[in-house]
C-alpha cells in the first residue's frame, strides 16, 4: 500500500511553546488513520500543518508526494479539511456554501452542480439544500460541511473531532457517513479524543501526546501489546489496573491475591492509553 | 462517485470572482438593510453640516453644499467600504470559521485579497454613487467627470483593503471597535471631508496627511470641481501608494498565517 501522506520530523512551535515535537509517521492510501491523545496533546495542530493552514517550523510533510510547504496549492488539491468546529458561512444557505466551496477549487457549474446533487443524496441533504445554515441541527451541519470538504474529490479528508458535542445518535450516523466515505477510497485522518471512536472506525490510530506520537499501530495490535486481558482491583481505596495476555493468567492473578471484589474484562484502547500516557483522554494540558 | 473529469477554472481572475461569490450572495440577501446603512450615516452627514450648520460661499468661490458633497462621498467610500469589509470578514475568521475554509483551498493569495475586498468595493461604489447623484442634482456646481469616477473607485478599493488588513488584525470584535474608534471616527471628521484641511495648523495637517482620507477628499474634491481647483495628482499617488501598501500588508499576513 502506499503512503498518502508522509511526515518526517514535524515541529511547530507557538513562540517557546512546542505544539508538535519532531513527529514522523505516514499514512496509506485508502486507510482510516485515527489520531488520539488529550486536549492539547497537538492533534489538530498537525492536522493545520498538514492542511497549510499553520505555517510549520520545521520538518517536512508531503500529500500525494506533494511538497505543503512548497507547494501549497498542489498540495492543497489532494485535501479535503472538516474542522472542529463547524465551519459554514451561517448568512448563506447549504446550496450557497456548497457554490462557494466548490468555486474554491475552481469548479464551472455543470461540475459543481453535478456534484452538490451526487452527494446530497448519498448524505441523504436534499431537503435542507435551500435552508439557512443555522436550521440545522449539529449532526446536519457536520454532514453538510463534510459534502463541502468532498466537493471537488479530495484523495484525503481530515476530519478533526468531527462527533465532538453531538449527542450519541448524530455521533453514530456519523460514525456509518465517516466509514461509507472509507470504503469509497478516500483516505481519511480522524483526530479524536473520544476512545471509543478510534477503535470502531480506525485501521490505525497514533496516540499523541506532549506533541509526540508515543505509539502507533492498529488497535488490536496496542491492546495486545498492553495485554488482552484487565482485571480492575481495588487496592487502598485506589482502582488498580493489571494487564495479562490470557485469561487464565488474570484468573490466577485474582486467586492468587484474594481479589474477591476484581472485575476482569478485555482491554480497551482507553486502557492502552492510560497505560501509556498516564492520563484519560479528556484530560487538559 | 462521478468520474467525469472537468476542466476546473483556476485563472487569477476567477479565483477573484470566486472568492468574492459568496460575500456578493451575502449582499443580495441583505439588500435592502444594507441599502439603508450605506445611504443613511452620509444623508444625515450632508443635513446636519451642508444644510444645519454652514451656508453661503466657500473661500474657493462655490457654495458649502458643492464643497462638503465631495467630502460626503469621499467619507461615504471610507464607511461604507471599511465597514461592509471589516465586518464580514471578522465574523467569518472569528465566529464561523469559514474564512480558514476558504484558506485551506487552492487559492492564489492575492487573488484573495482582492476578492475579500469586492464586497466593500460594491457597497462603497453604492453609496458613493447615489450619494454623488443627489449631490449632481443639488450643487450644479459639481460635474460628474471620469476623473472623479477613478478616484471613487480607487478610495473604496484602499479602505475595502483598509477593512481587510483590520479584520485579520482582530483579535475579537472588542479590538475591531478600538480599531474604529482610534483610526476610522477621526479620519471621519478631520481629514478635509467637511473643511478643508490647509485651514488647519501645520502641525495638524502633517498628522492628517498621514491618513488616506485626506488623499481621498482632496482627490474627489478637485475631480467634482474641476473648474475650481486643480487636481493634485500628488494626492492620486498618494493613494496608489495607500492602495499598494495595504495589499501587501494583506498579502503578508495571509501567506505567513499571521492572523
Redesign the interface.
Known amino acids: 500500500m502506499s503512503d498518502i501522506i508522509e511526515i518526517n520530523n514535524l515541529t511547530k512551535k507557538f513562540g517557546d511553546k512546542v505544539a508538535v515535537d519532531g513527529i514522523t509517521f505516514s499514512v496509506h492510501e485508502g486507510e482510516l488513520f485515527g489520531f488520539l491523545g488529550p486536549n492539547g496533546a497537538g492533534k489538530t495542530t498537525t492536522v493545520r500543518c498538514v492542511s497549510t493552514l499553520t505555517n510549520i517550523t520545521s520538518g517536512e510533510v508531503l500529500v500525494n508526494g506533494v511538497d505543503v510547504t512548497k507547494h501549497q496549492i498542489d498540495a492543497k488539491q489532494y485535501m479535503g479539511v472538516i474542522q472542529q468546529q463547524i465551519s459554514l458561512d451561517k448568512d448563506l444557505t447549504i446550496r450557497e456554501n456548497m457554490i462557494s466551496h466548490a468555486m474554491y477549487h475552481g469548479m464551472g457549474k455543470k461540475e459543481r452542480e453535478e456534484r452538490i446533487k451526487e452527494l446530497t443524496e448519498y448524505f441523504s441533504l436534499g431537503e435542507y439544500l435551500d435552508k439557512p445554515v443555522d436550521a440545522l441541527s449539529g449532526g446536519w451541519k457536520k454532514r453538510a460541511a463534510i459534502v463541502c470538504a468532498m466537493l471537488h474529490q479530495p484523495r484525503v479528508l481530515f476530519l478533526d473531532e468531527p462527533t465532538s458535542g453531538l449527542d450519541i445518535n448524530a455521533r453514530r450516523l456519523l460514525w456509518d457517513v465517516v466509514k461509507k466515505l472509507n470504503q469509497s477510497g478516500t483516505t481519511i485522518i480522524l483526530t479524536t479524543h473520544y476512545i471509543e471512536e478510534a477503535q470502531v472506525l480506525c485501521d490505525r490510530v497514533g496516540i499523541i501526546d506532549h506533541g509526540k506520537i508515543i505509539a502507533l499501530d492498529s488497535p488490536s495490535v496496542l491492546i495486545e501489546r498492553t495485554g488482552k486481558m484487565c482485571v480492575e482491583s481495588m487496592v487502598d481505596k485506589k482502582t488498580q489496573y493489571k494487564y495479562f495476555q490470557h485469561m487464565a493468567d488474570a484468573q490466577k492473578y485474582i486467586s492468587d491475591n484474594n481479589l474477591d471484589d476484581a472485575i476482569m474484562r478485555r482491554t480497551t484502547l482507553e486502557d492502552v492509553f492510560v497505560e501509556l500516557t498516564g492520563k484519560s483522554v479528556g484530560d487538559q494540558r | 462517485?462521478?468520474e467525469?473529469v472537468?476542466?476546473?477554472?483556476?485563472g487569477f481572475f476567477?479565483?477573484v470572482?470566486?472568492?468574492a461569490?459568496?460575500d456578493l450572495?451575502?449582499m443580495r440577501?441583505?439588500f435592502l438593510n444594507i441599502l439603508i446603512m450605506t445611504v443613511m450615516s452620509p444623508l444625515l452627514y450632508l443635513i446636519a453640516f451642508g444644510y444645519g450648520l454652514r451656508t453661503g460661499e466657500t473661500s474657493i468661490g462655490v457654495s458649502y453644499i458643492a464643497f462638503v458633497i465631495p467630502g460626503i462621498v469621499s467619507l461615504s467610500s471610507l464607511t461604507s467600504s471599511f465597514a461592509s469589509t471589516s465586518t464580514r470578514v471578522n465574523?467569518?475568521r472569528l465566529y464561523?470559521?469559514?474564512f480558514?475554509?476558504?484558506?485551506?483551498?487552492?487559492?492564489?493569495i492575492s487573488a484573495i485579497v482582492l476578492g475579500k475586498s469586492m464586497l466593500g468595493l460594491v457597497r462603497g461604489l453604492l453609496g458613493c454613487f447615489l450619494m454623488y447623484a443627489l449631490g449632481l442634482f443639488l450643487a450644479p456646481d459639481l460635474q460628474l467627470t471620469p476623473l472623479a469616477v477613478i478616484c471613487i473607485c480607487l478610495s473604496c478599493m484602499v479602505f475595502s483593503m483598509l477593512g481587510l488588513l483590520a479584520a485579520m488584525l482582530a483579535k475579537s470584535h472588542q479590538s475591531m471597535a478600538t480599531f474604529n474608534s482610534l483610526i476610522i471616527l477621526p479620519m471621519t471628521f478631520l481629514c478635509g471631508t467637511f473643511f478643508s484641511v490647509d485651514d488647519l495648523d501645520t502641525v495638524f495637517q502633517v498628522i492628517l496627511y498621514c491618513l488616506p482620507l485626506t488623499y481621498s477628499s482632496s482627490c474627489i474634491r478637485a475631480a467634482c470641481l474641476p473648474d475650481v481647483i486643480d487636481f493634485p495628482w500628488w494626492c492620486l499617488a498618494a493613494m496608489i501608494v495607500f492602495a499598494i501598501v495595504f495589499f501587501l500588508i494583506n498579502h503578508y499576513l495571509l501567506k505567513?498565517?499571521k492572523i
Do not use: A, I
Open positions: 462517485m462521478s467525469t472537468y476542466k476546473r477554472n483556476t476567477h479565483q470572482y470566486h472568492v461569490w459568496s450572495m451575502f440577501h441583505n465574523v467569518q464561523y470559521k469559514s480558514d475554509e476558504m484558506m485551506m483551498c487552492p487559492l492564489n505567513t498565517r
